[in-house]
């Protein structure tokens, strides 16, 4: 059934009754619900807390261990820092109190040593540059006591490189204890072994009461003694023997007899004391006991 026009009037107000009402539905329904808004605050707490960052997913890979990388590139350093680290001793004496500190014992200490003196003569403020080599394009530096490259070693910051002792630590760590010297290019090119007799000097000085001083010692292998001699062959004159087992001190080697006997037979002579007598003269090494080759812990005669 159709109803009846309404008047123009009552029209007017129909449509405008309409019109906000559906303004007020379409509001509502555009309103943010304030159910879980959270109360409002003031001071620092009200501060938006950082979003978590998410996980680096450019890391690098792990790097080798510090004993694959080289210790040092470069020759003997060419320089030092203009401000140089006060110490208490200087030279070849300071590199053996500060790897005896770090832990150097022995054999290795002894080598220690030597391969500082290769390195940077003992000067804690040696600098070495070195061109682009493998992983370092834009070249670096070998540093202090031991070159301990910045590029290849770049937690041994340069306030520890050129400490003395830091330097020391480092190179302790870097050469397992003393029982890999293959990082150091000096070892590897043999200039080291130059200074072995002067760091064998160095370390004896290091004794102290209670604290004998660490040396190259080997052990007697003949049985039931062996002839000590004054000159590298059994031509030379008898100085005084030693017993089977018998702990002596190498102080260098040289080259003299061929000896066929023994345990390693070779021209190689080595010039001993007898701890237990004091007497000083040659014995064949092919009868002395050694933790390495003689050759690479002591200095030529």
């Not at 159910?35 to 938006?48: D, V």
């Not at 020759?75 to 820092?81: D, H, L, N, Q």
Request: charge should be positive; glycine fraction near 10%.
């Amino acid at each position: 059934m159709r109803l009846p026009l309404a008047a123009p009037a009552a029209r007017r107000a129909l449509r405008l009754a309409l019109g906000l009402t559906l303004v007020a539905v379409v509001g509502v329904s555009a309103m943010p619900t304030p159910a879980t808004a959270a109360p409002a605050t003031t001071g620092p707490a009200a501060q938006a807390a950082p979003a978590p960052r998410p996980a680096d997913q450019t890391k690098a890979a792990s790097r080798p261990a510090d004993q694959a990388k080289p210790a040092s590139v470069g020759g003997p350093a060419t320089g030092a820092k203009a401000n140089r680290v006060g110490v208490n001793a200087v030279g070849i004496d300071l590199c053996a109190q500060v790897a005896y500190a770090a832990g150097f014992r022995n054999n290795p200490l002894v080598t220690a040593v030597a391969v500082a003196m290769a390195e940077s003569s003992c000067n804690p403020s040696a600098v070495g540059s070195n061109g682009p080599t493998s992983g370092c394009s834009n070249g670096s530096l070998d540093r202090g006591l031991w070159q301990i490259n910045n590029c290849y070693h770049p937690t041994v910051t340069d306030s520890c490189a050129y400490n003395a002792q830091c330097n020391a630590n480092a190179a302790y760590s870097i050469s397992s204890g003393g029982s890999n010297w293959q990082p150091w290019s000096t070892y590897n090119n043999g200039a080291y072994a130059g200074y072995l007799s002067a760091a064998q000097a160095a370390v004896a000085r290091l004794g102290g009461p209670g604290d004998p001083p660490p040396g190259v010692t080997g052990t007697i292998l003949a049985n039931p003694s062996l002839n000590i001699r004054t000159g590298p062959g059994t031509t030379y004159s008898i100085a005084g023997s030693v017993n089977y087992g018998a702990t002596v001190k190498i102080a260098c080697y040289t080259f003299g007899e061929y000896v066929s006997g023994g345990y390693w037979p070779s021209s190689t002579w080595d010039r001993i004391t007898n701890t237990a007598t004091g007497v000083t003269g040659y014995v064949a090494d092919t009868w002395v006991n050694t933790t390495y080759d003689v050759k690479t812990m002591v200095g030529r005669c």
